[in-house]
């Protein structure tokens, strides 16, 4: 049994509180929600609540750690300043240390700069949060621990990996939580003597297929041929679009592995193949 949006009403206050809180339940916006649905809802909740707390402990760390440099030049700017409104003679002292902070200056001058660009690179263009999914240099990692000079994201076979954010900075980062509904194509290569009437029942029938599975699926399913290779092979692309992004990623290798096998099947039963 589904769960309607009259369920819910007589829990609200009004049924515009009610809608709000179904449409939370309803992921894939067909009006009814499922035992599954349900299940998962409160599981994403869940892992969103336990995101949202490292991801403040790390942003609080952060900005522990920018407390105490800006402390430590506020204290030094007060003890100068104090020196000099009570005509503290202490300039002259400093003077024999001037090539020491010069040298200094060329020492730290680099990191001083690379650390404030890594804190505007971390709280204003904040391209990620603790629990994300994001896709660099095509490699989809979960972010780990955020500090401001690195980043520690976990792969995918689960290797821990340290980036600096002076490298970080460098390149396009993909953020999956934050991005909406995805999509992926996929290449098929089928043979040249393949007719007409076969690709288009081939593309009816992939897509009736989809469209079935709204819950899953949604709209923009596309099958073209893109390529002709040495009068012997016809490469096909297809665009299936996914219902909601790939935060989730072992559900999107579900997905894709449901609708790889029925491509399989209605190519198997409309006598598509592919020979060398």
């Not at 892992?47 to 407390?67: F, H, N, P, V």
């Not at 100068?80 to 020492?107: D, K, M, Q, R, Y």
């Not at 897509?207 to 819950?215: E, F, H, K």
């Amino acid at each position: 049994r589904c769960l309607l949006i009259s369920d819910f009403e007589p829990y609200f206050k009004t049924a515009q509180d009610a809608k709000v809180a179904f449409d939370i339940f309803d992921r894939d916006g067909n009006g009814d929600i499922t035992r599954r649905e349900f299940r998962d809802t409160v599981v994403h909740i869940y892992r969103e609540r336990k995101d949202i707390a490292i991801s403040m402990r790390d942003t609080g760390q952060a900005l522990g750690k920018i407390d105490y440099m800006l402390l430590a030049v506020s204290l030094i700017a007060l003890l100068l300043t104090s020196f000099a409104i009570f005509n503290v003679e202490v300039w002259h002292s400093l003077v024999p240390l001037g090539s020491i902070l010069l040298a200094l200056t060329f020492v730290f001058g680099n990191t001083a700069k690379n650390t404030f660009e890594s804190i505007l690179f971390l709280f204003v263009t904040h391209p990620y949060d603790a629990g994300d999914y994001v896709l660099v240099d095509g490699q989809y990692l979960l972010v780990h621990n955020l500090g401001v000079m690195g980043t520690s994201f976990v792969s995918g076979d689960g290797q821990l990996i340290y980036a600096p954010t002076t490298v970080l900075m460098t390149k396009l980062i993909t953020n999956v939580r934050r991005s909406g509904s995805m999509g992926e194509s996929i290449k098929i290569n089928i043979d040249f003597r393949t007719t007409t009437d076969q690709f288009w029942e081939l593309h009816d029938r992939l897509l009736a297929w989809v469209t079935s599975q709204n819950r899953d699926f949604g709209p923009g399913f596309d099958l073209r041929v893109i390529d002709i290779v040495d009068v012997n092979q016809l490469i096909l692309n297809v665009w299936l679009p996914h219902k909601g992004n790939w935060q989730e990623l072992g559900k999107r290798f579900q997905r894709k592995t449901r609708f790889m096998l029925a491509l399989k099947d209605i190519m198997t039963e409309l006598n598509i193949r592919y020979e060398l």
